[in-house]
């Protein structure tokens, strides 16, 4: 069928793609079961086996903290530095899935320069003159 064709070809160019063997291997039985459910049913098999990927994705935990955690259990607050990522010191509250303590501490964590700008004030002769 069409959907078939079109489904190898793109596994067979994203296996060149792959960097570890390891990672191959897992990336070869779901390209067999996207085969399967694409000979099967079709193009509602490649769908239906893409569905059944994502919600088996939503179930899975990593150290007690969901696979798709910015996106799976939607929380808005923990979307604030998602797509586009603010400076760490001006984020106020950790993520709420990680942790119950979600207020960080400190309030004044702003990085400061060193305190000796010799270069940049046009003293460095004067920091030489007063090492020798």
Same mark, same amino acid.
């Given at each position: 069928?069409?959907?078939? !064709?079109?489904?190898?070809?793109?596994?067979?160019?994203?296996?060149? @793609?792959?960097?570890?063997?390891?990672?191959?291997?897992?990336?070869?039985?779901?390209?067999?079961? /996207?085969?399967?459910? @694409? @000979?099967? /049913?079709?193009?509602?098999?490649?769908?239906?086996?893409?569905?059944?990927?994502v919600? #088996?994705?939503?179930?899975?935990?990593?150290?007690?903290?969901?696979?798709?955690?910015?996106? @799976?259990?939607?929380?808005?607050? %923990? %979307? !604030?530095?998602?797509? !586009?990522?603010?400076?760490?010191?001006?984020?106020?509250?950790?993520?709420?899935?990680?942790?119950a =303590?979600?207020?960080?501490?400190?309030?004044?964590? #702003?990085? #400061?320069?060193?305190?000796?700008?010799g270069?940049? =004030?046009?003293?460095?002769?004067?920091?030489? %003159? =007063?090492?020798?």
């Amino acid at each position: 069928s069409p959907a078939m !064709v079109i489904i190898v070809s793109i596994t067979a160019i994203a296996s060149f @793609a792959t960097p570890s063997f390891d990672m191959a291997i897992s990336a070869r039985l779901i390209r067999f079961l /996207f085969m399967i459910g @694409a @000979a099967t /049913f079709g193009f509602y098999g490649i769908i239906l086996c893409l569905l059944m990927m994502v919600v #088996h994705l939503c179930g899975l935990r990593s150290f007690g903290v969901p696979y798709m955690a910015p996106f @799976a259990p939607f929380i808005p607050v %923990n %979307n !604030v530095d998602t797509v !586009v990522r603010l400076p760490w010191w001006t984020l106020r509250q950790r993520p709420r899935l990680i942790t119950a =303590n979600t207020i960080r501490e400190g309030t004044n964590q #702003h990085p #400061h320069p060193p305190a000796s700008r010799g270069m940049v =004030n046009g003293d460095f002769e004067e920091d030489n %003159n =007063n090492e020798a």
